[in-house]
Antibody, heavy 119, light 108 residues
């Protein structure tokens, strides 16, 4: 059974960089059959796709966030990471990592982690 | 960018059938996925590739997709089906992953 777990600071100051890591267990990031994704959900609002990465390092980002987002992968640790720069209060959200199959269906999700942007 | 439109809310009595729509330009040509999200929980995939069900998802959940509308149908609705439902597509031409705004299903 594949499991994903997000980790990182729950509080980030405005203008700083949000950094989160997703650790995958029960399956290998290097399997090649999946994209590894980040999605966020502001409190009381809907889901927003941030981007995803293939094990080779190829990335695809939401155009609305592309200038501020970097997703990377560490296959040796079976982890992938998210960096979002120049954050504002509008970036306050629950951040989820998830596994996406080839038609981008997100079949396994982490439990989510709330990141609050506040001074 | 590609836009998916869902009704904000749908209400249904227990035992009846709920239908949640997802509208998009020529959505019938894309693969549509549906997620159920209960309060405080991560979303769960309930239908993928228009009409397939992941293992463990009851047969009461089904999907269809044609023209400009995809539909998630929940038969014999139970109180435990009360949740937010999101549609999602993969659109290789622009944003690879797009979500609808979500529909709150209320079981009366």
């Amino acid at each position: 059974q594949v499991q994903l777990q997000e980790s990182g600071p729950g509080l980030v100051k405005p203008s700083q960089t949000l950094s989160l890591t997703c650790t995958v267990s029960g399956g290998s990031i290097s399997s090649g059959d999946y994209y590894w994704s980040w999605i966020r959900q502001p409190p009381g609002k809907g889901l927003e796709w941030i981007g995803y990465i293939y094990y080779s390092g190829s990335t695809y980002y939401n155009p609305s966030l592309k200038s501020r987002v970097t997703i990377s992968v560490d296959t040796s640790k079976n982890q992938f990471s998210l960096k979002l720069s120049s954050v504002t209060a509008a970036d306050t959200a629950v951040y989820y990592c998830a596994r996406a199959a080839l038609t981008a269906d997100l079949d396994y999700w982490g439990q989510g982690t709330l990141v609050t942007v506040s001074s | 960018s590609y836009v998916l439109t869902q009704p904000p809310s749908v209400s249904v009595a227990p035992g009846q059938t709920a239908r949640i729509t997802c509208g998009g330009n020529n959505i019938g040509s894309k693969s549509v996925h549906w997620y159920q999200q209960k309060p405080g929980q991560a979303p769960v995939l309930v239908v993928y590739d228009d009409s397939d069900r992941p293992s463990g998802i009851p047969e009461r959940f089904s999907g269809s997709n044609s023209g400009n509308t995809a539909t998630l149908t929940i038969s014999r609705v139970e109180a435990g089906d009360e949740a937010d439902y999101y549609c999602q597509v993969w659109d290789s031409s622009s944003d690879p992953v797009v979500f609808g705004g979500g529909t709150k299903l209320t079981v009366l």
